[in-house]
Protein backbone atom coordinates (compact mmCIF):
# COMPACT_ATOMS: atom_id res chain seq x y z
CA UNK A 1 0.00 0.00 0.00
CA UNK A 2 1.16 3.31 -0.81
CA UNK A 3 0.37 6.88 0.35
CA UNK A 4 -0.34 9.14 -2.44
CA UNK A 5 -1.47 13.05 -2.01
CA UNK A 6 -3.03 15.36 -4.66
CA UNK A 7 -2.15 18.89 -5.02
CA UNK A 8 -1.82 21.98 -7.26
CA UNK A 9 2.11 21.91 -8.32
CA UNK A 10 3.50 25.27 -8.71
CA UNK A 11 5.43 26.76 -11.57
CA UNK A 12 9.97 25.92 -10.72
CA UNK A 13 10.26 29.91 -10.14
CA UNK A 14 6.98 29.54 -7.04
CA UNK A 15 8.63 26.06 -6.20
CA UNK A 16 12.14 28.25 -5.72
CA UNK A 17 10.86 31.09 -4.05
CA UNK A 18 8.78 29.04 -1.29
CA UNK A 19 12.20 27.01 -0.89
CA UNK A 20 14.29 30.14 -0.18
CA UNK A 21 11.44 31.79 2.29
CA UNK A 22 11.90 28.64 4.24
CA UNK A 23 15.61 28.92 4.33
CA UNK A 24 15.81 32.33 5.89
CA UNK A 25 12.98 31.17 8.25
CA UNK A 26 15.21 28.36 9.18
CA UNK A 27 18.34 30.58 9.64
CA UNK A 28 16.17 32.55 12.38
CA UNK A 29 14.33 29.58 14.41
CA UNK A 30 16.30 26.36 13.48
CA UNK A 31 14.70 23.36 11.96
CA UNK A 32 10.95 23.07 11.99
CA UNK A 33 8.01 20.77 10.34
CA UNK A 34 7.55 21.57 6.22
CA UNK A 35 11.04 23.15 6.04
CA UNK A 36 12.36 19.84 3.71
CA UNK A 37 8.72 19.79 1.56
CA UNK A 38 8.47 21.56 -1.66
CA UNK A 39 5.97 24.38 -2.33
CA UNK A 40 2.46 22.69 -3.11
CA UNK A 41 -1.45 23.19 -2.33
CA UNK A 42 -2.90 19.95 -0.82
CA UNK A 43 -5.67 19.06 -2.17
CA UNK A 44 -6.54 15.14 -0.66
CA UNK A 45 -4.22 12.39 0.32
CA UNK A 46 -4.77 8.39 0.02
CA UNK A 47 -3.62 5.59 0.85
CA UNK A 48 -4.29 2.92 -1.79
CA UNK A 49 -2.96 -0.58 -3.65
CA UNK A 50 -1.23 0.26 -7.39
CA UNK A 51 -4.86 -1.58 -8.81
CA UNK A 52 -7.14 1.73 -6.67
CA UNK A 53 -4.65 4.23 -7.59
CA UNK A 54 -4.93 3.29 -11.12
CA UNK A 55 -8.94 3.91 -11.16
CA UNK A 56 -8.65 7.07 -9.09
CA UNK A 57 -5.86 8.33 -11.31
CA UNK A 58 -8.73 7.45 -14.11
CA UNK A 59 -11.28 9.62 -12.26
CA UNK A 60 -8.86 12.14 -11.82
CA UNK A 61 -8.13 12.24 -15.44
CA UNK A 62 -11.58 12.54 -16.96
CA UNK A 63 -11.94 15.51 -14.54
CA UNK A 64 -9.26 17.08 -15.83
CA UNK A 65 -10.13 16.70 -19.52
CA UNK A 66 -12.62 19.21 -19.03
CA UNK A 67 -10.90 22.01 -16.67
CA UNK A 68 -9.82 25.04 -17.89
CA UNK A 69 -6.10 26.18 -17.22
CA UNK A 70 -6.33 29.27 -14.48
CA UNK A 71 -4.20 31.79 -13.37
CA UNK A 72 -3.49 32.47 -9.26
CA UNK A 73 -1.60 34.91 -7.21
CA UNK A 74 -0.59 34.33 -3.54
CA UNK A 75 0.18 37.67 -1.79
CA UNK A 76 -0.07 37.52 1.91
CA UNK A 77 1.45 35.68 4.84
CA UNK A 78 -1.09 34.24 7.46
CA UNK A 79 -1.33 31.26 10.00
CA UNK A 80 -3.55 28.57 11.41
CA UNK A 81 -4.43 28.28 15.10
CA UNK A 82 -2.22 24.69 14.99
CA UNK A 83 1.29 26.57 14.10
CA UNK A 84 1.11 26.67 10.65
CA UNK A 85 2.55 29.50 8.68
CA UNK A 86 1.78 29.99 5.19
CA UNK A 87 1.37 31.96 2.10
CA UNK A 88 -2.60 32.79 1.05
CA UNK A 89 -3.91 33.02 -2.49
CA UNK A 90 -5.76 36.37 -3.36
CA UNK A 91 -9.78 35.78 -3.01
CA UNK A 92 -10.32 34.95 -6.77
CA UNK A 93 -7.58 32.37 -6.71
CA UNK A 94 -8.99 30.90 -3.54
CA UNK A 95 -12.23 30.82 -4.82
CA UNK A 96 -11.39 28.76 -7.70
CA UNK A 97 -8.91 26.53 -6.16
CA UNK A 98 -11.71 25.83 -3.19
CA UNK A 99 -13.97 24.59 -5.99
CA UNK A 100 -11.48 22.62 -7.48
CA UNK A 101 -10.43 20.96 -4.22
CA UNK A 102 -14.14 20.32 -2.79
CA UNK A 103 -14.68 18.47 -6.37
CA UNK A 104 -11.69 16.29 -6.88
CA UNK A 105 -12.99 13.80 -3.76
CA UNK A 106 -15.98 13.66 -5.03
CA UNK A 107 -14.47 12.55 -8.39
CA UNK A 108 -12.07 9.80 -6.38
CA UNK A 109 -15.37 8.51 -4.84
CA UNK A 110 -13.13 6.36 -2.70
CA UNK A 111 -12.41 7.53 0.87
CA UNK A 112 -9.52 9.81 1.24
CA UNK A 113 -7.44 10.24 5.00
CA UNK A 114 -7.32 14.15 4.50
CA UNK A 115 -8.75 16.49 2.47
CA UNK A 116 -7.74 20.29 2.72
CA UNK A 117 -10.78 23.08 1.83
CA UNK A 118 -7.96 26.27 2.49
CA UNK A 119 -5.72 26.68 -0.40
CA UNK A 120 -2.53 27.76 1.15
CA UNK A 121 0.87 27.14 0.16
CA UNK A 122 3.09 26.24 4.03
CA UNK A 123 6.07 27.71 4.93
CA UNK A 124 6.65 25.92 8.26
CA UNK A 125 3.94 23.74 10.39
CA UNK A 126 3.56 23.16 13.98
CA UNK A 127 5.29 26.55 15.05
CA UNK A 128 5.15 28.15 18.49
CA UNK A 129 3.82 31.55 18.81
CA UNK A 130 7.23 33.07 19.38
CA UNK A 131 8.35 31.18 15.83
CA UNK A 132 5.55 32.54 14.02
CA UNK A 133 6.35 36.11 15.55
CA UNK A 134 9.89 35.64 14.28
CA UNK A 135 8.51 34.44 10.67
CA UNK A 136 5.59 37.41 10.63
CA UNK A 137 8.79 40.23 11.86
CA UNK A 138 10.96 38.32 8.56
CA UNK A 139 8.18 38.23 5.64
CA UNK A 140 6.40 41.16 5.31
CA UNK A 141 5.23 41.29 1.30
CA UNK A 142 5.07 38.42 -0.82
CA UNK A 143 3.29 38.76 -4.47
CA UNK A 144 3.59 34.90 -6.13
CA UNK A 145 1.88 34.21 -9.23
CA UNK A 146 1.90 31.09 -11.40
CA UNK A 147 -0.70 29.19 -13.77
CA UNK A 148 -2.42 25.99 -12.56
CA UNK A 149 -2.23 23.85 -15.80
CA UNK A 150 -3.27 20.54 -14.19
CA UNK A 151 -3.69 18.03 -10.80
CA UNK A 152 -0.29 16.18 -9.81
CA UNK A 153 -0.37 13.06 -8.22
CA UNK A 154 2.57 12.47 -5.79
CA UNK A 155 3.68 9.05 -4.01
CA UNK A 156 5.43 9.15 -0.32
CA UNK A 157 8.75 8.33 -0.55
CA UNK A 158 9.63 6.46 2.81
CA UNK A 159 13.04 6.89 2.79
CA UNK A 160 13.21 10.36 2.66
CA UNK A 161 10.07 10.60 4.33
CA UNK A 162 9.24 13.47 1.49
CA UNK A 163 6.60 13.08 -1.14
CA UNK A 164 8.15 12.68 -4.77
CA UNK A 165 5.79 13.61 -7.99
CA UNK A 166 4.49 10.45 -9.83
CA UNK A 167 2.73 12.33 -12.51
CA UNK A 168 0.62 15.81 -13.64
CA UNK A 169 -2.55 15.12 -15.34
CA UNK A 170 -3.71 18.30 -17.51
CA UNK A 171 -6.15 20.54 -17.63
CA UNK A 172 -7.19 20.24 -21.31
CA UNK A 173 -9.98 22.73 -21.25
CA UNK A 174 -11.99 20.17 -23.97
CA UNK A 175 -15.83 20.84 -24.09
CA UNK A 176 -18.28 18.43 -22.17
CA UNK A 177 -20.29 16.81 -24.57
CA UNK A 178 -23.76 17.39 -24.68
CA UNK A 179 -26.03 14.27 -23.15
CA UNK A 180 -28.50 13.79 -25.94
CA UNK A 181 -32.32 14.41 -25.51
CA UNK A 182 -34.56 11.66 -25.35
CA UNK A 183 -37.91 12.31 -27.17
CA UNK A 184 -40.85 9.96 -27.18
CA UNK A 185 -43.18 9.42 -29.90
Known amino acids: MAKYSVVFHPSETVIKAVKELKEQLSSKIGWFPSKNSLAHITICEFDYELATYENIKSRITAYCRYQN ?23 ESKIKMAEIMKEIPKQIQFPVS ?16 EQLKEAYNLFQKIHLNFTCEGITIRVFNP ?24 TLF
Open 69 to 91: RFDVTFNSFENFTNGAFFIAPDI
Open 114 to 129: HKSSEPHISIGRQLSK
Open 159 to 182: ERKQYDVLETIPFLSEMKPEKEQL
